[in-house]
């Protein structure tokens, strides 16, 4: 497997990523799909954290990305999301892998903050906690239990507020 950054070239694979990777019940397209074509369009997208693992042949088998967030109005975070692995893939490796990549690239480029959305049993073994440990605030309709964050090198204590995430994530 092969983490890098996205390409042109990589749009449809990381739709079809997401898409399988988050089957809707009612079969219709999940919104992680369209979510991060939305997140390209934005202002927050920041390319260098959208990042996709392959497979010995080439082939995108997951992808995850973070784009910029703000935190009391302040451009001082990253909201991570969404990350998603071929069914096939999954429980691989994948994911963490993704996930320690796109952390590590946010601390390599001084991004005090990453936050996301998740299930609280699986993301402290990445260094998550609930953010408002932290002093940062999930934004509306999100509850306090599901939103994580992970301070990185460049934290600072005067980070606090509500977080906001890229525009796109207001239409979810």
Do not use: C, K, N
């Not at 997140?39 to 954290?49: F, S, V």
């Not at 010995?56 to 995850?64: E, M, S, T, Y």
């Not at 460049?154 to 507020?161: F, L, N, T």
């Amino acid at each position: 497997m092969l983490i890098r950054r996205e390409t042109p070239a990589d749009v449809d694979a990381i739709r079809a990523v997401h898409a399988a990777a988050f089957t809707a019940p009612d079969d219709g397209v999940p919104i992680e799909a369209t979510l991060v074509d939305a997140l390209r369009a934005d202002e927050g997208w920041l390319p260098a954290y959208s990042l996709v693992a392959t497979d010995p042949d080439g082939q995108v088998v997951g992808h995850v990305v973070a784009t910029r967030g703000q935190v009391a109005g302040q451009p001082v975070a990253l909201g991570l999301g969404p990350l998603g692995v071929l069914p096939d893939w999954q429980r691989r490796g994948v994911g963490s892998a993704l996930m320690h990549a796109v952390l590590g690239a946010a601390d390599a480029r001084d991004e005090p903050l990453v936050v996301l959305l998740g299930h609280p049993d699986y993301y402290p073994r990445f260094g998550f906690r609930p953010a408002v440990e932290l002093g940062v605030t999930p934004p509306q309709p999100w509850g306090p239990q599901y939103f994580q964050a992970r301070p990185l090198s460049a934290w600072r204590e005067s980070i606090r507020g509500e977080f906001r995430y890229a525009a796109p994530f207001d239409e979810l």
